[in-house]
């Protein structure tokens, strides 16, 4: 998907061009719907898109497109989507029916859409021992903390991260990384993790408790141990969660993880909320107060959210079986590029 350079080169030699969009379908109306309101000379507020049930809001919308800068290359890439003949989405029709059919509707000049995921890496990971360690905890009891590849906090959110989790009383595995030097750096390992905690905290959340650096994701959501799942809402993570039907509590960072929060609290409604609109670059602090609430939201209540992500996760892994709807779909891509140009 940010490749679309190669499209010329593809055009050059006659060869029909797809793209592999790597979020989901919805988002994948919102970056159209916003190439056509920008060249339309309409500003971005709150909005209808055609692949959301529901008005979404200034606040959800990623950084990038109210950045004049980087608006302007999203909108070139929304453009180059058009060219091609058709769009790969790391989705599953049944998750994201109401978008899928949209975008499937031929208006505006919409590629066709080939819904076919999801595409996970579920391999065993090297476990750094959290997998030991969920072994022996009950069913379900355990809240996973786990903020992406590229998502770490400052020591004072870290101190309210912590006394949520201390206050809230259920039993946790906190993926704890300290923050990249310079813009867009990745995190690292933190050599004494007690130097950002509050004092006395790991002494204290012994029995229930983990914090660690980086953690295997997958292997951490398929366990039994695990029943909540606080996230960046990066678009593999969800799916990953939707996979294993863990509950979610959102907490987006950065690029297009505010909508994906929105997504999943208001439109599939299988995920609850510490926040869907907090941003990295804001330097926000989310108070202990405001998470805990989430925490004890994801992990006590007893509700529909859970019901509706038990069926996604049962339709999400039957989408890849043979005659399911993203198996047909693959199957119709390659019928379709070899109609397309003998290639």
């Not at 409604?269 to 602090?285: H, K, L, P």
Request: charge should be negative; charged fraction near 25%.
């Amino acid at each position: 998907m940010f490749c679309t350079s190669m499209l010329d080169v593809a055009e050059g030699f006659g060869v029909p061009s797809y793209i592999y969009f790597t979020s989901g379908a919805a988002f994948l109306g919102f970056v159209l719907r916003a190439q056509e309101l920008h060249d339309q000379s309409k500003e971005l507020a709150e909005l209808a898109i055609p692949t959301l049930k529901h008005q979404l809001p200034r606040k959800v919308i990623p950084s990038s497109f109210l950045n004049k800068e980087w608006a302007s290359v999203v909108h070139t890439m929304a453009r180059d989507f058009r060219k091609t003949k058709g769009i790969l989405v790391n989705t599953v029709k049944e998750l994201e029916s109401y978008a899928v059919d949209s975008l499937s509707s031929g208006e505006n000049n919409t590629p066709k859409v080939y819904p076919l995921g999801p595409i996970l890496n579920l391999k065993a990971e090297k476990s750094d021992g959290s997998i030991q360690w969920l072994d022996q905890q009950p069913e379900s009891s355990v809240v996973f903390l786990c903020f992406g590849s590229m998502g770490a906090f400052n020591a004072e959110q870290v101190k309210e991260i912590a006394c949520a989790l201390e206050g809230s009383g259920h039993r946790f595995l906190w993926s704890l990384r300290r923050p990249g030097q310079g813009a867009w750096a990745s995190p690292t390992e933190y050599e004494d993790v007690s130097e950002v905690l509050p004092e006395g905290f790991l002494d204290r959340m012994r029995e229930v408790g983990r914090v660690t650096g980086w953690a295997p994701q997958a292997a951490v959501l398929a366990h039994r141990s695990v029943g909540g799942f606080v996230s960046h809402c990066g678009w593999n993570s969800t799916l990953e969660s939707l996979w294993f039907g863990v509950p979610m509590a959102t907490w987006p960072m950065y690029a297009e993880q505010q909508f994906n929060a929105f997504l999943l609290v208001e439109e599939l409604q299988v995920a609850t909320e510490v926040r869907i609109d907090y941003r990295t670059e804001s330097g926000e602090i989310v108070s202990a107060e405001e998470i805990e609430r989430g925490i004890r939201s994801l992990m006590e209540e007893d509700c529909s959210r859970k019901t509706r992500m038990k069926e996604f996760s049962d339709q999400v892994k039957g989408a890849l079986m043979d005659g399911g709807s993203s198996s047909c779909s693959i199957v119709e891509f390659f019928r379709d590029v070899s109609s397309a140009g003998d290639v």
